[in-house]
């Protein structure tokens, strides 16, 4: 029978569907999950809460020669991580060295003209390390992997105001008066009526500029 599986923070779609063996096209395209894809149209920005359901593993046959070696691939591992860096005036920050490390694997690189970095991870990594720049100009950040709330909740606009560099303090889902500043801030640079309010123009533009 499928499973209901309740979402807890730090929960994607990837990580679920490495969790019971499936990729996760197959968890999210399920027909009984169709409310919640609507609902959320990102399966790696889920909220605390959510429902999904995992469908039933069916046994897949393959023919073979048994007189010879064949090599099997599972799908869906690894996940791609993508992070686009943008100073404090939005220009992206192109060919800036950098090295990421997750679940103990060291990757480094440069980021490309649009200041994108990709790296594949696992589809259950829940935590990494960012390190950006060299020398005395290194910056080091924590990465939350799978903890993105969706836009349309309190915290999911504060988790990508305080990623663009706008502090709005805690991301507890209070639309308190640091956060109405913070979001009059960025519809402000956005050219966006600058009321405080979580309409539908400002998480549309959220969305647009943090890229999930």
């Not at 046994?59 to 860096?85: A, C, N, V, W, Y």
């Not at 502090?167 to 009321?195: M, S």
């Amino acid at each position: 029978m499928p499973i209901e599986h309740i979402v807890q923070q730090g929960d994607c779609i990837s990580s679920i569907a490495a969790q019971y063996g499936f990729t996760p096209e197959t968890i999210w395209d399920f027909p009984a999950n169709s409310e919640l894809k609507q609902k959320r149209q990102n399966g790696n920005v889920l909220f605390e809460g959510d429902v999904v359901v995992v469908p039933d593993k069916t046994l897949r046959e393959e023919s073979r020669p048994t007189d010879q070696k064949h090599k099997f691939l599972r799908e869906g591992i690894p996940e791609m991580l993508k992070i686009i860096l943008r100073d404090a005036r939005a220009i992206p920050r192109k060919n800036l060295p950098y090295i990421l490390v997750v679940d103990g694997v060291r990757s480094e690189g440069k980021t490309n003209q649009d200041g994108l970095l990709e790296e594949p991870i696992p589809p259950d990594a829940r935590e990494g390390r960012l390190i950006v720049g060299v020398g005395e100009n290194r910056e080091t950040y924590t990465l939350k992997l799978g903890h993105l709330d969706p836009v349309t909740e309190v915290s999911g606009a504060q988790m990508r105001l305080n990623n663009l560099g706008i502090d709005c303090g805690p991301e507890d889902g209070e639309l308190n008066p640091k956060t109405v500043e913070a979001i009059k801030l960025f519809q402000g640079q956005h050219k966006l009526d600058a009321t405080g309010e979580l309409d539908d123009a400002t998480r549309q533009k959220l969305l647009e500029v943090h890229g999930s």
